[in-house]
Nanobody, 121 residues
Framework: VQLQASGGGLVQAGGSLRLSCAASGRTFSSYVMGWFRQAPGKEREFVAAVNWGGGSTYYADSVKGRFTISRDNAKNTVYLRMNSLKPEDTAVYLC???????????????WGQGTQVTVSS
């Protein structure tokens, strides 16, 4: 599956953004979808994941209550709604696909190219 992330940009602290990740292929619903982020000089870290049907979601503690992951299997797209953004949320955000719900980077099989999110103070 090929993944294309979009929706990043520059936003002031406290603002909101919605990221999208469009997937190619007809097997989108067979994958767990996740969002990760990577800031300069830091390791890639888990942000959120959603299971195959969208009924279960998982979040990093740092974004819980501020970010919402969702998916639309009819559109082969996963979303990340980000509210109350903080400067420490600044990073490249990447979407990824896995066969099972997991927070582990190494268990995601497919990755998109990433979209930059910059939060100014």
């Amino acid at each position: 599956v090929q993944l294309q992330a979009s929706g990043g940009g520059l936003v002031q602290a406290g603002g909101s953004l919605r990221l999208s990740c469009a997937a190619s292929g007809r097997t989108f619903s067979s994958y767990v979808m996740g969002w990760f982020r990577q800031a300069p000089g830091k390791e890639r870290e888990f942000v959120a994941a959603v299971n195959w049907g969208g009924g279960s979601t998982y979040y990093a503690d740092s974004v819980k209550g501020r970010f919402t992951i969702s998916r639309d299997n009819a559109k082969n797209t996963v979303y990340l709604r980000m509210n109350s953004l903080k400067p420490e949320d600044t990073a490249v955000y990447l979407c990824a696909a896995a066969s099972t719900p997991t927070r582990r980077v190494g268990l995601y099989d497919y990755w998109g190219q990433g979209t930059q999110v910059t939060v100014s103070s």
